[in-house]
């Protein structure tokens, strides 16, 4: 599919698992991003990465995971699954088109930890 | 300090007519890029519209424009003729920062707007 997908869609899982959110984008977007949206709220930035091998830490990195060994491809661990996680996950990637870098979001993943 | 806010958390519009959207930002950078995005009841985020720093005119697309007062830092976001389909969470953006910050936004919290037929 073209465009920018997640798996899983919904998610339930425990208390202290791991858990990998995965994204996949087709564009050859050189940036990706992962954030996480609290019911009512707006969006915190987890991690991002500006190339393949090249991430760094947003607003809200602690228990949190990422690699990108390649351009289209950006998962999110959970190391150790806490309530607090619960949360609807996006990813979104992006690129300069004359400077701009707007952002183009997958669906999302609702994650439930129990 | 908050780098983008968004100081009216619902509004109301009744069908047919315009609705401004607030959106103040702060930042020292002199070029920078501010973003609408549309998130429906469905979930998904949707961009809108974009204007630059250095863009003279302010940005339009559809029913959607963009009042940028650069001195007053401000960005809001017009619609004219709402429809039903307009209804949803609308957050301004902020993109800053050079090299590998680039690409990087700062969103703000939101503003529910609901459209009354």
């Known amino acids: 599919d073209a465009g920018i997908t997640q798996s899983p869609r919904y998610k339930i899982t425990e208390t202290g698992r791991q858990v990998t959110l995965m994204c996949h984008q087709t564009w050859s977007h050189s940036y990706m991003f992962w954030y996480r949206q609290d019911l009512g709220h707006g969006l915190r930035l987890i991690y991002y990465?500006?190339?393949?091998?090249?991430?760094d830490k947003g607003e809200v990195p602690d228990g949190y995971v990422v690699s990108r060994s390649k351009t289209e491809n950006f998962p999110l661990t959970l190391e150790s699954a806490t309530r607090s996680q619960t949360s609807v996950y996006f990813c979104?990637?992006?690129?300069?088109?004359?400077?701009?870098?707007?952002?183009?979001f997958g669906p999302g993943t609702r994650l439930t930890v129990t | 300090a908050q780098k983008i806010t968004q100081t009216q958390p619902g509004m109301f519009v009744q069908e047919k007519e315009a609705v401004t959207l607030d959106c103040t930002y702060d930042?020292?950078?002199?070029?920078?890029?501010l973003f609408w995005y549309k998130q429906p009841s469905s979930g998904e985020m949707i961009f809108l519209i974009y204007q630059g720093s250095y863009d003279q005119q302010n940005a339009t697309e559809g029913r959607y424009s963009l009042n940028f007062q650069k001195a007053r830092k401000s960005a809001n976001l017009v619609i004219s003729a709402s429809q039903l389909g307009d209804s949803a969470m609308y957050f301004c953006a902020m993109r800053e920062g050079y090299g590998t910050n680039a690409g990087k936004s700062t969103f703000g919290d939101g503003t529910t707007l609901t459209v009354k037929p």
């Open positions: 990465s500006a190339a393949a091998d090249i991430t």
């Open positions: 979104a990637s992006s690129e300069s088109a004359g400077g701009r870098y707007e952002q183009y």
């Open positions: 930042t020292s950078d002199p070029s920078y890029g």
